[in-house]
């Protein structure tokens, strides 16, 4: 869907700030986003599962998304499209922050990669359509949540798949995702803003106001013994895809 008065600008300075000010560290899987190297797995575990489902592909092919065009957005530094890539797919990894964007870079060419990072907000690179469009804890740092998921809808092709992340506005996510997750340093002060966070309900309306609609949505979860995991509870975090309704 096309919205000729979306805005271009829908991330704040002080968020793209933020992040930039973490880009030399962000590979490393003890330093300040560890918690992303902690989650990552889960969240691969749900595109790969969401990727064979929507291309009828067998999960035992090591490159199900050969000859596919993939666009993360809000790429940090490379986590997710490193394996997008792996799994054959010629990704675009697009962040507000330049200095991510060269960590991501400089990573994908020492494992030898090739991917193609961009700098700048979304809908002023004209970067076209994709297959396969991931969007992984970006939603709750964008002002203009309307705004930017149009331009994510737009980014998608015809018959394409949407993969989102976010955490969910709760109490219990209030309490642990903010106040204890920064309190001891799981995730780097500053990093969440509970009022920004989006119920599952609030984004799939947003969505379905870019002509999207919700195909599935799973929780993720944390139990001692077990750590992070899909999971039917989506009090902290959730994951869904959609396509164009």
């Given at each position: 869907m096309t919205n000729a008065n979306v805005s271009n600008v829908t991330i704040?300075?002080?968020?793209?700030?933020?992040f930039a000010s973490l880009a030399r560290d962000w590979w490393n899987p003890k330093g300040p986003m560890s918690s992303l190297h902690q989650v990552n797995p889960v969240r691969l575990e749900f595109v790969r599962a969401a990727i064979d489902a929507h291309w009828g592909s067998d999960i035992r092919m090591p490159r199900p998304l050969e000859s596919k065009t993939a666009l993360d957005i809000g790429?940090?530094?490379?986590?997710v499209?490193?394996?997008?890539?792996?799994?054959?797919?010629e990704v675009t990894g697009v962040d507000a922050a330049g200095e991510n964007v060269s960590a991501a870079a400089a990573h994908a060419e020492a494992v030898g990669l090739n991917i193609r990072y961009m700098a700048g907000e979304l809908a002023s690179l004209n970067i076209g359509q994709f297959d396969l469009v991931t969007c992984l804890e970006v939603v709750e740092h964008v002002a203009d949540k309307a705004a930017f998921l149009c331009n994510v809808a737009e980014s998608l092709a015809p018959d394409g798949?949407?993969?989102?992340?976010?955490p969910n506005r709760t109490a219990?996510?209030?309490?642990?995702?903010?106040?204890?997750?920064?309190?001891?340093?799981?995730?780097?002060?500053?990093?969440?803003?509970?009022?920004?966070?989006?119920t599952p309900a609030e984004?799939?309306?947003l969505l379905s106001e870019a002509g999207l609609e919700v195909t599935q949505q799973r929780g993720i979860a944390y139990?001692?013994?077990?750590?992070?995991?899909?999971s039917d509870d989506e009090a902290l975090n959730y994951i869904i895809t959609a396509r164009h309704a």
């Open positions: 704040r300075p002080e968020e793209v700030e933020h790429c940090g530094a490379g986590l499209c490193e394996p997008l890539s792996r799994l054959g797919a798949l949407l993969v989102m992340s976010t219990a996510s209030r309490v642990l995702l903010v106040g204890a997750a920064e309190a001891v340093g799981y995730v780097p002060k500053g990093t969440h803003d509970w009022s920004d966070f989006v984004l799939a309306d139990r001692p013994g077990k750590g992070l995991h899909l």
